[in-house]
């Protein structure tokens, strides 16, 4: 074994792993990797593949495996101290395991683990060397995940590691006189509105208004869930009703962030998932700061004291889909 020692983050999504090193100073090594996941076909299966992708991430960075100090996992489940509590998109084996031991001891080396907003959460923080204020990340997505980082890169998980479940906090909006659902069946919550699974109600809704018949989606026979993910393209198209969609995502999410910082006082939100690549997000974020205005105590938006700066600021994910596998890597690195 050198004298160097490295660091592996191992990003489990539900159908691949993002695998990246750091050094001992925390810079990435070489490039991102990526192998298949098989989380579907049991937590073994899925060992094999993160041992197949740390050999990779290694042979492509130059870097002995016997080198790697460490390594960060990320789940996407619940999960406390290393055990699955959720099924999510896993198979049924996963829940009630102790994970972070089991791979400890397939891979003979340290292993700490969280969920994947929480590791993108803190990969974008340590992303942004000079910064000095906690970090709020929000994530659209399928569903609607999130993950808050203290000053000093610590990250904030809860007593249990279940805390900043942020798509289950209500929303005072409506919908035909009902709070909608999310995937877990809570009624209002952020994920109802801000979510795929919202795009895709409210897109069925539009489509059965008589005045969306013409409608290019309403010409196609491909189902509801497909039609959901071309509205983004229609979007940035100039699609009336695919903008109006968007748009009311938008306001729903500049109220959830207006009241996550009558809680959390974040300084710093930084909004991930999708939207961080669309075309349109500029206009997307001016909508949700718009509404942010609306929703937050005026000091929210900036000191009431000359110089009058901005007391929240907002910044789109720099990180991509490599976030969580870094902050994973940072974690590991943190622990060692």
């Not at 750091?22 to 810079?27: M, Y």
């Not at 960075?61 to 016997?66: E, K, R, T, Y």
């Not at 809704?205 to 509801?224: E, F, G, K, T």
């Amino acid at each position: 074994m050198s004298s160097n020692s490295y660091y592996a983050g191992l990003d489990i999504g539900g159908t691949s792993i993002k695998t990246i090193l750091v050094d001992q100073d925390g810079a990435p090594v070489g490039n991102y990797g990526e192998v298949d996941s098989n989380v579907k076909e049991g937590y073994h299966r899925t060992f094999e593949q993160l041992n197949l992708g740390l050999k990779e991430i290694c042979e492509a960075s130059n870097v002995d495996v016997a080198d790697v100090a460490g390594v960060g996992l990320d789940v996407p489940a619940p999960s406390c101290k290393g055990v699955i509590w959720g099924l999510a998109n896993l198979s049924e084996d996963w829940v009630g395991t102790d994970i972070r031991s089991e791979y400890e001891a397939d891979c003979g080396k340290p292993v700490v683990m969280t969920n994947d907003a929480n590791a993108a959460a803190l990969g974008e923080y340590m992303m942004r060397p000079d910064i000095d204020t906690p970090l709020l990340l929000v994530a659209p997505g399928t569903g609607f995940g999130g993950g808050f980082v203290l000053p000093g890169g610590i990250l904030y998980e809860g007593a249990n590691g279940l805390a900043m479940e942020l798509g289950r906090m209500p929303v005072p909006f409506l919908e035909n006189g009902e709070f909608p659902s999310d995937s877990a069946g809570a009624a209002g919550s952020t994920e109802a509105w801000v979510s795929l699974m919202a795009i895709r109600r409210r897109l069925e809704l539009r489509l059965a208004d008589p005045a969306n018949a013409n409608h290019v989606l309403n010409q196609s026979d491909d189902p509801i869930a497909k039609k959901a993910y071309a509205v983004r393209d229609l979007a940035t198209a100039g699609d009336e009703m695919a903008l109006e969609i968007f748009s009311h995502q938008a306001k729903v999410l500049g109220y959830h962030l207006a009241d996550q910082c009558a809680e959390l006082d974040p300084g710093l939100i930084v909004i991930g998932g999708g939207l961080a690549e669309a075309a349109f997000r500029d206009w997307f974020l001016d909508a949700v700061k718009e509404a942010f205005v609306e929703r937050a105590q005026p000091f929210y938006h900036k000191a009431p004291i000359a110089p009058f700066q901005p007391t929240t600021n907002f910044e789109w994910a720099i990180g991509g889909d490599g976030a969580a596998a870094f902050g994973a890597a940072r974690l590991a690195l943190q622990a060692g």
